[in-house]
């Protein structure tokens, strides 16, 4: 049984739920790591090593652009 559902065929690049793909019969894979554990035991200590208590560090998470923003740049890529 996989770690996680979604899973990527090695072959096609096909999503499904099984580690056989549906399409060509290929071997699948999970289709990204793990990023956490709910049993992670570790997770206070790296919040202090991150300095996450601090009130400057919501400030230092990086932000999207705008929507409006995206826009903007996705219709200066269609005019070059």
């Not at 990204?32 to 709910?38: C, D, G, R, V």
């Not at 300095?51 to 070059?80: F, Y």
Request: net charge negative.
């Amino acid at each position: 049984m996989p770690r996680q559902l979604l899973q990527q065929c090695v072959d096609c690049g096909a999503w499904c739920l099984e580690t056989t793909c549906p399409k060509c019969g290929g071997t699948a894979q999970a289709a990204a790591p793990l990023k956490w554990s709910p049993e992670d035991h570790r997770a206070n200590v790296r919040r202090q090593l991150n300095n996450v208590e601090a009130p400057d560090w919501a400030q230092t998470i990086p932000t999207l652009p705008s929507v409006e923003e995206m826009r903007i740049g996705s219709q200066k890529q269609e005019e070059e």
